[in-house]
């Protein structure tokens, strides 16, 4: 079935170890996006991406890196995680960037310990 | 960069009407409005939107105010699927570099 899936699911990681985030869409939507989700603070964009090869900063995007080398994938590297990425964070992509809607994957759960 | 206003929580009862509020005060001309809801532990899914004139969708209507700085997600009949929170955004389409922001929401508790 077409759509977005991320993966793992779940994580959990040591401080200072990199993780990789996947996430895959098989709609050929332009724009991808990375957002995370804490208690108290709804969700915040990581970073986004307008097509292949093209990235930009979102709110909170420190200690983060992202890369599109393929419409359908944007993986989210976290070189070195710390305890306050410790979040669940959910990809989305959309045909259109901002204006219309997005469509978002079911999220991973990372813990850093 | 225009934001918006919700309650934290609102309740409603099982196949009432729910009518959940939005202010968007600094809202500009080319912004649209957004509104997603998020199911517990499920990632955030589209539910409606538009800019100036009311939109009925299978799954709610949008009511916008003539001024534009608020708008109201109707829920005709809510049912305990409903439950969930509820976000309010505003979606720039003049293609600035406009950051969404998606806030806090509103949590939407429906009795049986």
């Known amino acids: 079935d077409a759509g977005i899936t991320q993966s793992p699911r779940y994580k959990i990681t040591e401080t200072g170890r990199q993780v990789t985030l996947m996430c895959h869409q098989t709609w050929s939507h332009s724009y991808m996006f990375w957002y995370r989700q804490d208690l108290g603070h709804g969700l915040r964009l990581i970073y986004y991406?307008?097509?292949?090869?093209?990235?930009d900063k979102g709110e909170v995007p420190d200690g983060y890196v992202v890369s599109r080398s393929k419409t359908e994938n944007f993986p989210l590297t976290l070189e070195s995680a710390t305890r306050s990425q410790t979040s669940v964070y959910f990809c989305?992509?959309?045909?259109?960037?901002?204006?219309?809607?997005?469509?978002f994957g079911p999220g991973t759960r990372l813990t850093v310990t | 960069d225009a934001k918006t206003t919700q309650p934290n929580s609102m309740e409603s009862n099982e196949e009432e009407p729910v009518h959940l509020p939005c202010n968007h005060s600094?809202?500009?001309?080319?912004?649209?409005i957004h509104w997603y809801r998020q199911l517990p532990s499920q990632g955030p899914e589209y539910v409606i939107h538009g800019l100036t004139s009311n939109v009925n969708n299978r799954m709610a209507s949008l009511a916008i105010a003539e001024d534009r700085k608020s708008s109201t997600l109707i829920l005709h009949r809510a049912t305990l699927r409903d439950a969930a929170v509820y976000y309010c955004i505003l979606r720039d389409a003049s293609g600035g570099s406009y950051i969404p922001t998606f806030g806090r929401g509103t949590s939407l508790i429906v009795h049986p």
């Open positions: 991406s307008a097509a292949a090869d093209i990235t």
């Open positions: 989305a992509s959309s045909h259109t960037g901002f204006v219309y809607e997005q469509y």
């Open positions: 600094t809202i500009s001309g080319t912004d649209y």
